[in-house]
């Protein structure tokens, strides 16, 4: 099994500046792309970034040119550095693995609160 740890959310002001990181334990071998999503209350969890099994990184429309996913080769820790935060992008944000030959794996989850 895989594990995943998030650390990193908490409160800043618009145009402010936060970094998430997660740290993957146990079966890391079967970790095929890690990434980030986000959830309101009421709303469905939307994809933030994530890096594929190749290497190449998607962004959601909304956060392209202000965040930054970053992970390292051996798909053990993801960081995502969100720069020129804004009010709407408060929200949840979990650390996803998607696993091989099995269901993605997901963290606890971290709160971003970004304050007008």
């Known amino acids: 099994q895989v594990q995943l740890v998030e650390s990193g959310g908490g409160l800043v002001q618009a145009g402010g500046s936060l970094r998430l990181s997660c740290v993957a334990s146990?079966?890391?071998?079967?970790?095929?792309?890690l990434g980030w999503y986000r959830q309101t209350s009421g709303e469905h969890r939307e994809l933030v970034a994530r890096?594929?099994?190749?290497?190449?990184?998607d962004y959601s429309d909304s956060v392209k040119g202000r965040f930054t996913i970053s992970g390292d080769n051996a798909k053990t820790t993801v960081s995502l550095q969100m720069n020129s935060l804004k009010p709407e992008d408060t929200a949840v944000y979990y650390c996803?693995?998607?696993?091989?030959?099995?269901?993605?794996?997901w963290g606890q989850g971290t709160q971003v609160t970004v304050s007008s």
């Open positions: 146990g079966r890391t071998f079967d970790i095929l792309g």
């Open positions: 996803n693995a998607a696993i091989r030959w099995s269901n993605d794996v």
């Open positions: 890096i594929r099994s190749g290497g190449t990184a």
